[in-house]
């Protein structure tokens, strides 16, 4: 009897065991907007799939990255580093651009993968 009581308690506990499933690392590249009014790299090539754009604010202002095609945005204050993750399949370029510094552009590459 003790040994049913057992197997139920562990089944019961596994069941209700947290799921830690094993990711891979997204591929990352970071895009720096500069203090003098630029992105570095303004030209930044990716291999189509899933990946991270690290965005880094060196300014001393406000900044916003938007990409209309991308359908992403992300406001940073100044000194303030985040991310996006962007999944982009079809190889073409993706114009991007500061929207409180809409002279401040750029353009995402995105090349088929290897």
Same mark, same amino acid.
């Given at each position: 009897?003790?040994?049913?009581?057992?197997?139920?308690?562990?089944?019961?506990?596994?069941?209700?065991?947290? /799921? !830690?499933?094993?990711?891979?690392?997204?591929?990352?590249?970071?895009?720096?907007? *500069?203090?003098?009014g630029?992105?570095?790299? =303004?030209?930044?090539? /990716?291999?189509?799939?899933?990946?991270?754009?690290?965005? &880094?604010? @060196? !300014?001393? @202002?406000? &900044?916003?990255?938007? =990409?209309?095609?991308?359908?992403?945005? *992300?406001v940073?204050?100044?000194?303030?580093? !985040?991310?996006?993750?962007l !999944?982009? =399949?079809?190889?073409?370029?993706?114009?991007?651009?500061?929207?409180?510094?809409? @002279?401040? *552009?750029?353009?995402?590459?995105?090349?088929? *993968?290897?």
């Amino acid at each position: 009897m003790k040994t049913g009581l057992g197997a139920a308690l562990l089944l019961l506990a596994a069941w209700f065991a947290p /799921v !830690s499933p094993v990711r891979a690392e997204l591929p990352t590249y970071t895009l720096t907007f *500069k203090p003098n009014g630029t992105f570095e790299p =303004s030209h930044l090539e /990716v291999p189509a799939g899933r990946f991270k754009l690290v965005l &880094v604010n @060196q !300014s001393r @202002q406000a &900044v916003e990255f938007e =990409s209309l095609p991308l359908r992403a945005e *992300k406001v940073l204050g100044p000194g303030v580093t !985040s991310f996006v993750v962007l !999944s982009l =399949s079809t190889p073409g370029e993706y114009p991007f651009f500061d929207d409180f510094h809409p @002279q401040v *552009k750029g353009t995402l590459v995105v090349v088929p *993968k290897r």
